[in-house]
């Protein structure tokens, strides 16, 4: 199966390489095909030229900016029409695409940057395919971790959590190594013990099947160490600073989303 990723930034660059990575075959298109030279030393085809590069795709991976992905939809309404075509761009609703292609070949996903080592949460829905070509495209996102089908009303609130849930994720990781170097310890130990610690605690929460709480409560001696972190942790209202900054990203995409809606690009 011959998949073309048009954009090949940061996402659709980790994407391709998820993709090469389990054997497809992969064209990768960006303006500037200098800055992707290191994907065609995997095996993936580069190509400036996306008009052309669509041509040949059984899939096409549209992993441009939101409004961008707009236009070249409009621009490749026909031969999109007649291909599979996943949209990765945030806040674009499938009702914007279809417009120029009809909603029967679309599906709109969202996934994170971990995709690029596998280990990203993907959510897609595409209302108007049938299943067959469905599950192909399941089988495709699933080279970039774990994948779950929802309905397009939950797509804002899902980016706002698992597509930007990395770089918050990151920003606490950055936290806790700068913490260990402020009590001594050397750099690469505190980080290390920081993503793993991060690793372990996403794990145990995967595989017990437990309420997060629950499990944090099993860490808190009582009398003990952790308590007066947590205390500390409180006491800065990490919670409703959490709870704020996802429901910030949430109105800002669904702020783009009606704005796009209203566009003719
Ligand atoms: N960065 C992330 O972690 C995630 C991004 N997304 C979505 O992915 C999309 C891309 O985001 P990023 O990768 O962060 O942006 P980016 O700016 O790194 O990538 C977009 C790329 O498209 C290229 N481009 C623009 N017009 C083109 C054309 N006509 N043909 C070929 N290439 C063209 C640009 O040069 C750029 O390299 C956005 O819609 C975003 O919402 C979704 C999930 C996560
Ligand atoms: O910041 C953004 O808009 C994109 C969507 C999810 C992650 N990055």
Redesign the pocket.
């Known amino acids: 199966m011959n998949i073309t990723v048009?954009?090949?930034?940061?996402?659709?660059e980790a994407i391709s390489v998820a993709l090469k990575n389990r054997g497809y075959d992969v064209t990768a298109?960006?303006?500037?095909v200098s800055k992707i030279e290191t994907l065609a030393g995997l095996g993936i085809r580069v190509s400036s030229k996306?008009e052309e590069a669509i041509l040949d795709a059984d899939v096409v991976i549209l992993?441009?900016?939101?409004y961008?992905?707009l236009a070249?939809v409009k621009r490749n309404a026909r031969v999109l029409a007649e291909r599979t075509t996943i949209s990765?761009?945030?806040a674009l609703p499938i009702s914007a695409m279809a417009r120029y292609t009809g909603d029967g070949r679309l599906m709109r996903a969202?996934?994170?940057?971990a995709a690029r080592v596998g280990g990203g949460f993907t959510v897609f829905c595409a209302p108007g395919m049938q299943e067959r070509e469905k599950r192909e495209c399941r089988k495709i996102l699933e080279c970039f971790g774990e994948v779950m089908e929802v309905e397009e009303k939950y797509m804002d609130a899902l980016t706002a959590i698992s597509?930007s849930g990395p770089a918050y994720i990151l920003t606490v990781m950055e936290a806790m190594m700068y913490a260990g170097l402020k009590v001594g310890l050397p750099r690469d130990l505190a980080l290390k013990a920081s993503y793993e610690t991060i690793l372990g605690s996403a794990k145990l929460v995967s595989e017990s099947g437990n309420h997060p709480s629950v499990l944090k409560d099993l860490v808190v001696t009582p009398g003990g160490v952790t308590i007066d972190a947590i205390y500390e942790l409180e006491d800065s209202g990490i919670r409703t600073a959490f709870m704020r900054a996802i429901e910030s990203a949430t109105i800002k995409s669904r702020k783009i989303s009606e704005e796009i809606a209203s566009r003719d690009p």
């Open positions: 048009v954009g090949a930034g940061t996402i659709g298109t960006r303006r500037n996306s992993s441009l900016k939101p961008d992905v070249f990765m761009a945030a969202m996934t994170n940057i597509g």
